[in-house]
T-cell receptor, first 112, second 111 residues
Framework: NAGVTQTPKFRILKIGQSMTLQCTQDMNHNYMYWYRQDPGMGLKLIYYSVGAGITDKGEVPNGYNVSRSTTEDFPLRLELAAPSQTSVYFC???????????FGPGTRLTVL | QQPVQSPQAVILREGEDAVINCSSSKALYSVHWYRQKHGEAPVFLMILLKGGEQKGHDKISASFNEKKQQSSLYLTASQLSYSGTYFCGTVNAGNNRKLIWGLGTSLAVNP
């Protein structure tokens, strides 16, 4: 049981480039989340999904897109990267909102 | 609608106790507590559900006052391993699909 895996671990992007952050879970969880965490701050919800084919915006969705074609995968797409998107990105999953969220190890992204 | 945590930071000596508070302006469905160490992902500690059910940790306790929309996390006889940043996350009664996170409480336990 690998839990929640994220790739890549680190990435440096130039302004205007695009990339996809990958997130996969093997626990058959319906709920999946993407968060960003700026230094010394809490977690901000970017997008979330309650099942395959269903996604919804969180608090800070601008500049990002997601898709959920399978239960296991929830990729996050950054279009036209900006320095303000420099952050640590965490993916998480859970079976229901009454249960704990399981986190991936995070992706540290720098946009220069 | 972000929950408010207090205090922002605590410094303890090993063996001392601490209380971290989390309050919301919204009616709550549940409160979650996580601990995060530097450079790592948050780790689950406890969930407190409306109606009194708790799921969580053996050595750390918490309370949930539904009427006041508040939760408190109790760290007793602190150990060096308790150091880290503690986050509460609240699930609002209006949308029980997502957590809204507080800004965190930094806890340092010194020998």
């Amino acid at each position: 049981n690998a839990g929640v895996t994220q790739t890549p671990k680190f990435r440096i992007l130039k302004i205007g480039q695009s990339m996809t952050l990958q997130c996969t879970q093997d626990m058959n969880h319906n709920y999946m989340y993407w968060y960003r965490q700026d230094p010394g701050m809490g977690l901000k919800l970017i997008y979330y999904s309650v099942g395959a084919g269903i996604t919804d915006k969180g608090e800070v969705p601008n500049g990002y897109n997601v898709s959920r074609s399978t239960t296991e995968d929830f990729p996050l797409r950054l279009e036209l990267a900006a320095p303000s998107q420099t952050s640590v990105y965490f993916c998480a999953s859970t079976g229901t909102s009454r249960d704990e969220q399981f986190f991936g190890p995070g992706t540290r992204l720098t946009v220069l | 609608q972000q929950p408010v945590q207090s205090p922002q930071a605590v410094i303890l000596r090993e063996g001392e106790d601490a209380v971290i508070n989390c309050s919301s302006s919204k009616a709550l469905y549940s409160v979650h507590w996580y601990r995060q160490k530097h450079g790592e992902a948050p780790v689950f500690l406890m969930i407190l559900l409306k109606g009194g059910e708790q799921k969580g940790h053996d050595k750390i306790s918490a309370s949930f006052n539904e009427k006041k929309q508040q939760s408190s996390l109790y760290l007793t006889a602190s150990q060096l391993s308790y150091s880290g940043t503690y986050f509460c996350g609240t699930v609002n009664a209006g949308n029980n699909r997502k957590l809204i996170w507080g800004l965190g409480t930094s806890l340092a336990v010194n020998p």
